[in-house]
T-cell receptor, first 113, second 115 residues
Framework: LAKTTQPISMDSYEGQEVNITCSHN???????ITWYQQFPSQGPRFIIQ???TKVTNEVASLFIPADRKSSTLSLPRVSLSDTAVYYC??????????????FGTGTRLTVIP | DAGITQSPRHKVTETGTPVTLRCHQT?????MYWYRQDPGHGLRLIHY???????DKGEVSDGYSVSRSKTEDFLLTLESATSSQTSVYFC??????????????FGPGTRLTVL
C-alpha cells in the first residue's frame, strides 16, 4: 500500500524557497504523484503532478528521484498567502483500487513576515 | 472553480439516525470521491465511483454506503450515525487527463456533527 509520510509542520520567512518532502516507499509502477494545497475551511486545490524527474509550473516545482520513493514540492519565494496545509497524494484507484489511494496527514506551512 | 456543490453544508444529528450527504457536479466528470477529514488524520478516502452504479471502497468505508444513479450525483449515506463519524466531509471529482485521474477538484465540504 502506497501510504505517504510528510513532516507535520514547517515554518519559513517570506521570500524564501520552501521544500516539502513526501515519502512513499511502496509507490506502484504506474502511480503519479500529486500535490495539493488546502486553506482553512476550503477543499484542497491541485498544485502539481509528476511521474519522474522534475516538473515545473507557474506556482511550484516537483522533484522526483529515480527510485520514486519520495518527492519534493518546491515553492519559490513564498509569501504570507502560501500559509496552508500541503498534501501529497499517491495511488491511482483506476489502476490499483480505491484502497490504495492515500492523501496522508499533510504538512502545515507557516510563512512568517 | 469546478462546478461542485455539496449539501447540506452543515448538519447536526443524533446518534443512530440516518444521514445522507449529496454531492452534485456540473462538469460531467466520470470519477467522484467522498473523503473525510479529521484532525491528525488528514484526508481519508471513504468511497469512490468510476461511473454510474460503479463504486469501490476506500480506506475508511465501514459505516458508510454510497450510490450513484446518474453522472452528476454521488450520495454518501450513514445508515446509523455514530459520534466517531463527526467530521468534515469532502466530495471531489476528476477525469482522465491522459496520464492520471488524480487531478481532483474538491467541493466546499460538509461539516457533520453527531451528538
Amino acid at each position: 500500500l502506497a501510504k505517504t509520510t510528510q513532516p507535520i509542520s514547517m515554518d519559513s520567512y517570506e521570500g524564501q524557497e520552501v521544500n516539502i518532502t513526501c515519502s512513499h516507499n511502496n509507490i506502484a509502477t504506474n502511480d503519479y504523484i500529486t500535490w495539493y494545497q488546502q486553506f482553512p475551511s476550503q477543499g484542497p486545490r491541485f498544485i502539481i503532478q509528476g511521474y519522474k524527474t522534475k516538473v515545473t509550473n507557474e506556482v511550484a516545482s516537483l522533484f522526483i528521484p529515480a527510485d520514486r520513493k519520495s518527492s519534493t514540492l518546491s515553492l519559490p519565494r513564498v509569501s504570507l498567502s502560501d500559509t496552508a496545509v500541503y498534501y501529497c497524494l499517491v495511488g491511482d484507484p483506476a489502476q490499483t483500487g480505491a484502497n490504495n489511494l492515500f492523501f496522508g496527514t499533510g504538512t502545515r506551512l507557516t510563512v512568517i513576515p | 472553480d469546478a462546478g461542485i456543490t455539496q449539501s447540506p453544508r452543515h448538519k447536526v444529528t443524533e446518534t443512530g439516525t440516518p444521514v445522507t450527504l449529496r454531492c452534485h457536479q456540473t462538469e460531467n466528470h466520470r470519477y467522484m470521491y467522498w473523503y473525510r477529514q479529521d484532525p491528525g488524520h488528514g484526508l481519508r478516502l471513504i468511497h469512490y465511483s468510476y461511473g454510474v452504479k460503479d463504486t469501490d471502497k476506500g480506506e475508511v468505508s465501514d459505516g458508510y454506503s454510497v450510490s450513484r444513479s446518474k453522472t452528476e450525483d454521488f450520495l454518501l449515506t450513514l445508515e446509523s450515525a455514530t459520534s466517531s463519524q463527526t467530521s468534515v466531509y469532502f466530495c471531489a471529482i476528476s477525469e482522465w487527463t491522459g496520464t492520471s485521474i488524480n487531478e481532483q477538484f474538491f467541493g466546499p465540504g460538509t461539516r457533520l456533527t453527531v451528538l
